[in-house]
């Protein structure tokens, strides 16, 4: 007799692709797995799991590409969850002899977007589908919850939606963390752009613990009570309840875990995808920029250890009241973050617009309120704003946050350049704070950038005086030519 066919088949089966399998089948999905035998690697994974933690499930196991699809019912869906990069292209490759045509591929994986863009492409041409799914909310995401960012071929999302929505996080208000970003790699681009911004987070939280310890001298459990405190307001989100919990843990020696952990912090690399696609966008992310080059640098420990011995440093701060001065730290790590938020979504609404994927900005960050390491009810100020004003470029300048920043910006100015004096480095809380003031400056310096940019390249210069886009060259020294260079990007 024939075998039931799977509603959906899923391809390797390392943390992420294990718990995806476990939460499909537990919402009445007929699930079909599939893992790689490659001796010397790893062999039985496939095994392991339907004998594991996949046993008497509605889950069948295969260790072989044909028998795999043809296990599926039409139009297959097949999702991968494998490594981002060359895994992906040998896996497509090797499905294609077996697919028919209308079957959709489901990458699942933190693929670059690039890639995700000639897949897509790729996948259409041979007659299949293609979509790349940012998925959101690690292990237990995957098990319980995750935020997904589908996007790709238009028409397969209707075929995979109830599958998708029925194993994403639900937000506080019942609706799934799982909508339709737009076409080719969108939404590969709007995941990278959450995990860059879930760097710019991290950083800003980090700056504001070590800030709390060296310039107000708190110690780990009564950090652990601010973050707590914290977390109960506006700021309330996940990473900073964690954040609580990380700095009152106790190892089995009864010592802070906290204090024996190596800083040097590790990556790899969608914060720094995010930060050269916002380059190449030409859009400022200054903070996550700041926050990745803070992980690479973190990690240069034995040069620190080196350059500290010439420059030990000068902290002498102690604050007499310090809950007040706590109240500034609020105020310097809820207004960054509104920076790097705005920064992140101003790059969405940028790539938007070249590449015509029409981002509902409003929904992405709805999509991130549950199930991912982002989440925060902060998301639902967002939301609004963008409810409010949908082309508005610029968070920042939407009312409910211009006010908010109103009211953060003496304390955030206090936090700085207090940091500043004492030598202590916030790197993220000060590149947000010089973003604020340079966006906000009707003038800039940038005149005399122009003007050496002409002198020494006849790179030529917009006039006060004229209209945007007429452009002139001076010369400069009198015995330079009248050729001017040609306006290009490179
Ligand atoms: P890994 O990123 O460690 O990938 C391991 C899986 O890829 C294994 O099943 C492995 O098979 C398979 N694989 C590799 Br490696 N090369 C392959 C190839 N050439 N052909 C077929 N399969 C291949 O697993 P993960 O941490 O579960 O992550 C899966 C994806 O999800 C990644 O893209 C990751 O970036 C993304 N992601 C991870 C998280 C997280 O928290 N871990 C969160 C969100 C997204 P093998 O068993 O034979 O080695």
Not at 120 to 129: C, D, H, N, P, T
Not at 264 to 279: H, S
């Amino acid at each position: 007799m024939d075998q039931k066919k799977s509603n959906i088949g899923l391809i390797g089966l390392a943390v992420m692709g294990e718990n995806l399998a476990l939460n499909m089948e537990s919402k009445g999905w007929e699930v079909s797995v599939y893992n790689r035998t490659v001796p010397g690697i790893e062999e039985g994974v496939v095994d392991r799991f339907i004998n594991g933690r996949g046993k008497g499930l509605h889950i069948q196991g295969y260790t072989a590409i044909p028998e795999f699809v043809s296990s599926l019912s039409l139009p297959r869906k097949i999702m991968m969850m494998v490594r981002a990069g060359e895994a992906v292209d040998e896996l497509m490759e090797q499905l294609f002899p077996y697919l028919d045509a209308g079957d959709i591929l489901i990458d699942g994986g933190n693929s670059n977007c690039e890639d995700t863009n000639r897949r897509v492409a790729l996948a259409e041409s041979k007659g299949f589908r293609f979509v790349g799914a940012g998925v959101s909310g690690g292990e237990e995401g995957a098990l319980n919850g995750a935020s997904i960012m589908p996007g790709g071929s238009a028409d397969a999302w209707p075929e995979i939606k109830p599958i998708l929505q029925s194993i994403a996080a639900k937000a506080p208000d019942g609706t799934p963390c799982c909508e339709w970003i737009g076409p080719a790699g969108s939404g590969h681009f709007v995941k990278m752009i959450h995990n860059g911004i879930e760097y710019g987070d991290m950083q800003l939280i980090a700056e504001a613990y070590w800030s709390m310890k060296q310039l107000l001298g708190l110690d780990n459990d009564e950090m652990s009570a601010v973050f707590a405190r914290w977390n109960k307001g506006k700021l309330r989100s996940y990473l900073i309840e964690i954040t609580s919990s990380i700095l009152s843990h106790k190892d089995s020696n009864g010592k802070y875990l906290i204090d024996e952990i190596l800083d040097a912090a590790g990556q790899k690399g969608t914060g720094k995808w995010a930060v050269i696609n916002a380059m190449e966008l030409n859009m400022p992310l200054g903070l996550i920029a700041s926050a990745v080059f803070e992980r690479s640098l973190s990690g240069q420990k034995e040069l620190r250890e080196k350059a500290h011995q010439y420059f030990p440093g000068d902290q002498q701060a102690s604050h007499d009241n310090k809950e007040e001065y706590q109240e500034h730290l609020f105020a310097a790590l809820y207004a960054s973050k509104l920076v790097s938020y705005a920064q992140g979504f101003a790059v969405l609404q940028q790539a938007s617009t070249q590449f015509s994927w029409k981002l509902d900005l409003g929904q992405i960050a709805k999509l991130w309120r549950a199930g991912c390491i982002i989440r925060s009810v902060f998301l639902n100020d967002i939301a609004s704003a963008y409810a409010a004003e949908p082309a508005s470029m610029n968070l920042l300048l939407t009312p409910y946050f211009r006010e908010e920043i109103k009211e953060l910006l003496k304390g955030w100015k206090i936090v700085v350049s207090d940091a500043a004096r004492e030598e202590l480095p916030v790197p993220a809380f000060s590149s947000a704070l010089n973003y604020f003031y340079s966006l906000t400056s009707q003038d800039l310096p940038a005149n005399l950038v122009q003007a050496q940019r002409d002198y020494f390249g006849a790179h030529t210069f917009e006039r006060r005086d004229a209209a945007r886009g007429k452009f002139f060259h001076e010369n400069w020294t009198g015995h330079g030519g009248d050729t001017q260079s040609g306006t290009y990007n490179v």
